[in-house]
């Protein structure tokens, strides 16, 4: 059974390749290779003189640009707000730790009263009344 990650990063990696296909497809088709030159240091590089070895090369290059552009960018936008997250979360948790030792006096105090309280209010069941009916030996 393949790993999330894997079904994801062979998609991706799909889109990837067929989106370079496409546009290579509508530059040939357009007729654009020929007057296009770029220069490397210096020299004179024309599409029409790439070969298959350029042309494998700038596709790997698009490639691992685009998946890095695609899974690192996601992570480091996450990766801040997962943070923010858990200091918010303990930032919470320190001032409930912090209203609980200053208000654990009044909370005894509280408790106690209330259990004073309930114990006060309860009914009494009263003294058991004495029975007539005795036993003769």
Do not use: Y
Not at 38 to 57: K, T
Not at 64 to 70: D, E, F, G, H
Not at 90 to 107: D, E, F, K, R, Y
Not at 120 to 135: E, F, T
Request: proline share 7%.
């Amino acid at each position: 059974m393949k790993r999330w990650t894997t079904i994801v990063g062979g998609a991706l990696l799909g889109v990837v390749l067929l989106g370079l296909a496409l546009l290579i497809g509508a530059i040939v088709a357009a007729g654009t290779l020929h007057p296009s030159v770029i220069e490397i240091n210096g020299e004179p590089l024309q599409w029409a003189q790439l070969g298959a070895g350029h042309w494998l090369l700038g596709v790997a290059g698009v490639v691992v640009a685009a998946l890095v552009v695609m899974l690192v960018v996601p992570v480091a936008v996450v990766l801040p707000l997962l943070v923010v997250g858990l200091v918010l979360v303990g930032v919470v948790l320190a001032l409930a730790g912090v209203a609980a030792l200053v208000c654990s006096p009044l909370l005894l105090l509280g408790g106690f009263g209330w259990l004073i309280w309930k114990l006060a209010s309860r009914p009494n069941p009263g003294v058991p009344a004495k029975s007539d009916a005795s036993i003769a030996p």
